[in-house]
């Protein structure tokens, strides 16, 4: 019962400040939710001053709810289902080797990037965080969030072919950057006997069993739609898809992120054109739509209120500014050279990576990955330096990547 008042009164901030914001501030929906959840943050802050314990009630919540194990586990696979839902084949095809690449090549060099960048910085600033931990922190922040992005995109007047690139990057990333972090949390755990051939294994059973099982989920969900023309009971199937494929890729130790996207893309594609009905594609659009806003909507203001638990520290705080700027120069090359390796079929340019870069929003999952973190391998540093940058990355970037993607439209992209 607990649980179900704290996801109430979350339901509650949602709609009033998803109200404050489509009324007065008119702020793309993720932007203007997180902002005013931060400003509300604030002002517990402030209050706890004079009222401490009600500083500490809320924050005795929050940390009740435990934001990792609800994103990773349960709100993420919805998001990611969702979003891949929307996404056509035919414009994955059209840029399939630079999606790819970015997804793959670039999560590793930018993982790898900021992993040693972070090292040198902090021990710079006296702050002692080993090498494999701040490799840990290359690994959580380096991939985009496809919740923040596709968000921030249907604001934007960009191309068809950038919106794919983009948005099917943000999509696959996530789920290859979870299994690298999840891999190099492993082998910070200094387990002797896990070597490179164990690591290569674990890689391989989350990112090709979670392949292999959102195909399979994909289909079995399709021979369903086919056999039945009932738009209430197939909305029902893919939400059993949805629970019960995160849940089986749990207990399977594959990659629910990737099985998400996987079986969101072929119940989207191959499922819509020829199981379902018009009136149920409809309807299950409509209801995934619905979805998707909705627990945008409530993650944001959990990225918002997190900042009451988060342990903050000055020395910290200003390294986590300065990597703002490493995070940025690391995604620009990481993009850079696996364009220069897709331009004999797929033409790149310059502001093209420009506005790439700075599409590249972080959000709740390096926070909930962040907060996964033992405490033993520097998790309060980690979790400051990430909130840090996911909140200049929503806030700064994503109200300006309109602007930014406004001025590049004149060159082809």
Known sequence: MELFHIISVLL???????????????LPGTIGIMLLSLIFSLLILFSGQVLPQFKIFIASKLNTLNFSELLLEELLSFMLFAGAFHI?????????????????LSVILNTVIIGFAS???????????????????????????????LGILKTCNISKSLETRISGES????????VIFLTILKIAGSDPDFGTGEILLLFGQEALGGLLLGILLGFIGYRLFVAIDNYKTEVLITIAIVMGG??????????????????????????????????TIEYVDKFWELIDDILNAILFVLIGLELIVINTDITIITVSVLLIIVVLLSRYTSLLIPSILTRLKEKIYGKTLILMTWAGLR?????????????????????????????????????????LAGKIMNVKN
């Open 119 to 149: 090292y040198f910085l902090f021990s710079l600033f006296g702050i002692k965080l080993s090498l494999i931990n701040a490799m840990l922190f290359g690994a959580l922040i380096s991939p985009t969030d496809p919740i923040a992005v």
């Open 12 to 26: 509650v901030l949602s709609a009033l400040f998803a109200y404050i914001n489509i009324r007065f501030l008119k």
């Open 88 to 104: 056509k084949y035919e414009d994955l095809k059209s840029e399939k080797l630079s999606i790819f690449l970015f997804s793959t």
């Open 246 to 279: 995160y849940t089986l890729a749990h207990y399977l130790h594959v990659s629910g992120p990737l099985t998400m996207v996987v079986a969101g893309l072929i119940t989207g594609n191959h499922g819509k054109t020829f199981g379902m009905s018009a009136t």
């Open 363 to 403: 959000g709740g999952i390096s926070i909930a990955l962040a907060l996964s973190v033992p405490a033993d391998l520097g998790k309060d540093i980690l979790v400051t330096s990430t909130y840090v940058i996911v909140c200049f990355s929503i806030l700064v970037q994503g109200l300006t990547i309109k602007k």
């Open 171 to 178: 999509l696959f990333n996530d789920g290859v950057g979870v």
